[in-house]
């Protein structure tokens, strides 16, 4: 018998009752939902996250994390899921059993089959959450748009095509 105290009530609550694995995020008391990406998608992302995990390894400077990972940002009821996540090792405290809790150091976000979400909803809400790196790549062109934070605001970098540089490792990679 279900009572009406078990119906859920935010968004937050339904998320909280998806299975394990659950390619879903909330964003302002909003729950997305999106298919699998495509493969091209997944390509890039595998190559990138190879890449950039023995360069942080190698270099003992924190660890990477890739999609389906939840972030819960600053604000509780928001929870993404980004392609790659970079947490400094001074940052690691934010690495929890259940996902990350705080600001990540780095984002990569490979555009999928709304990349609005991830050029408008997500920019704000990193900006907003102060990433201090944001990064986003178009999987048919390479074209990678790279956002540094300053002074609370997103500051377009040069635009590359096929050349991903952050900032916060000091590293670039050829896609």
């Known amino acids: 018998m279900k009572y009406i105290s078990d119906i859920p009530r935010t968004a937050m609550e339904v998320f909280n009752m998806l299975p394990e694995g659950t390619c879903c995020e909330v964003i302002d008391n909003t729950l997305y939902m999106s298919p699998s990406p495509s493969t091209e998608h997944q390509k890039i992302l595998l190559k990138i996250a190879t890449l950039l995990n023995l360069f942080v390894e190698a270099n003992n400077l924190g660890e990477i994390f890739i999609a389906p990972c939840d972030v819960y940002l600053t604000d509780?009821?928001?929870?993404?899921?980004?392609?790659?996540?970079?947490?400094?090792?001074?940052?690691?405290?934010?690495?929890?059993?259940?996902?990350i809790y705080g600001t990540p150091d780095l984002i990569i976000e490979i555009l999928s089959s709304n990349p609005e979400y991830d050029t408008k909803k997500k920019f704000e809400l990193y900006q907003g959450n102060l990433v201090p790196e944001y990064i986003i790549i178009n999987?048919?062109?390479?074209?990678?748009?790279?956002?540094?934070?300053?002074?609370?605001?997103?500051?377009?970098?040069?635009?590359?095509?096929?050349?991903?540089?952050?900032?916060?490792?000091?590293?670039?990679i050829t896609l």
């Open 76 to 99: 509780a009821n928001d929870v993404i899921q980004p392609d790659i996540v970079f947490i400094n090792k001074t940052n690691s405290q934010i690495i929890q059993k259940k996902g």
């Open 139 to 172: 999987p048919d062109n390479k074209e990678v748009l790279h956002y540094i934070l300053t002074d609370g605001k997103y500051t377009m970098q040069p635009t590359k095509t096929g050349v991903l540089e952050s900032k916060v490792l000091a590293t670039q």
